[in-house]
């Protein structure tokens, strides 16, 4: 089992920026793949951004090129997704997710361990 806890979420003015993190703990996390998705209120859950367990791939929404950037720091436990140039659509629960595979992927439903998210709001 992987436990994750996301934080750094907040409210900000558009342009500006946040960086949330992931905090992983149970099994050894850098061998598995991480992912970050978003939900909008009435809206689905959507595909974010993904890195591989060894930060060699990493894969972004179209939306989201560009101003997004997710690392890992495996030494830490950790993941981040560095968010610049926010918009008020950006606006919505941020979720880490991780997969028990070390291969990165843009699947929802292919990710096994999931947080419980974290509210960005983004002012216009």
């Known amino acids: 089992q992987v436990q994750l806890v996301e934080s750094g979420g907040g409210l900000v003015q558009t342009g500006g920026s946040l960086r949330l993190s992931c905090a992983a703990s149970?099994?050894?996390?850098?061998?598995?793949?991480m992912g970050w998705f978003r939900q909008a209120p009435g809206k689905e859950r959507e595909f974010v951004a993904s890195i591989s367990w060894s930060s060699g791939i990493t894969y972004y929404a179209d939306s989201v090129k560009g101003r997004f950037t997710i690392s890992r720091s495996n030494a830490k436990n950790t993941g981040y997704l560095q968010m610049n140039s926010l918009k008020p659509e950006d606006t919505a629960v941020y979720f880490c997710a991780a997969r028990k595979s070390g291969m990165a992927t843009m699947v929802l439903r292919e990710y096994d361990y999931w947080g419980h998210g974290t509210q960005v709001t983004v002012s216009s």
């Open positions: 149970g099994r050894t996390f850098s061998s598995n793949a």
